[in-house]
T-cell receptor, first 112, second 113 residues
């Protein structure tokens, strides 16, 4: 059973456009929602994260929107650039050593 | 500061051969993890460790063994490699209490023929 569902699987956006990736979860015990960015040939790296007590977090061109009642969260990349082309993973975690669950990933391609 | 280092980066095996992937972290992290990444399936947890001398199974442990004899090292072993184990393997580590903040290595690409 997939704990975190992510869509779309792939996304193509024009340079300067907005990229939006959506995730949904079921377990209301999750209390931390990170996004990871992975460039080809590299490991994932933490990009931005949010806790459920806030509805939005912004860091530069990257924004997480969080809807606790709908159990959904999304990543928005404003003014998308070719250098943003990567695979993005959403995740959800709770307490404990083995309580981090990843979505299946979205491959973003930003075309010039 | 190297972070998380994985060796080797690439390996080709024949079915039935054995091998060990090494992960080393220099951040004094308590927790360490091994994931495999396959197209369309995201990151799946193989085994993890909460401290020196302790290991536990993750989501897809079959066919793999692990050991953590030293806090900074986490080894992943394949005793008898199968083509289904062709994948990219990632090691990750984190501090106690920061469940969602993993530091990943650059990966080890394994092909089993």
């Amino acid at each position: 059973q997939q704990q975190v569902k992510q869509s779309p699987q792939s996304l193509i956006v024009q340079k300067g456009g907005i990229s939006i990736i959506n995730c949904a979860y079921e377990n209301t015990a999750f209390d931390y929602f990170p996004w990871y960015q992975q460039f080809p040939g590299k490991g994932p790296a933490l990009l931005i994260a949010i806790r459920p007590d806030v509805s939005e977090k912004k860091e530069g061109r990257f924004t997480i929107s969080f809807n606790k009642s709908a159990k959904q969260f999304s990543l928005h990349i404003m003014d998308s650039q070719p250098g943003d082309s990567a695979t993005y993973f959403c995740a959800a975690s709770g307490s404990g050593a083995n309580n981090l669950f990843f979505g299946t990933g979205t491959r973003l391609t930003v075309i010039p | 500061n190297a972070g998380v280092t994985q060796t080797p980066k690439f390996r080709v095996l024949k079915t039935g051969q054995s091998m060990t992937l090494l992960c080393a972290q220099d951040m004094n992290h308590e927790y360490m993890y091994w994931y495999r990444q396959d197209p369309g399936m995201g990151l799946r947890l193989i085994h993890y460790s909460v401290g020196e001398g302790t290991t536990a199974k993750g989501e897809v442990p079959d066919g793999y063994n692990v050991s953590r004899l030293k806090k900074q090292n986490f080894l992943l072993g394949l005793e008898s490699a199968a083509p289904s184990q062709t994948s990219v393997y990632f090691c990750a580590s984190r501090l106690l209490g920061l469940a969602g903040e993993l530091f990943f290595g650059e990966g080890s690409r394994l092909t089993v023929l």
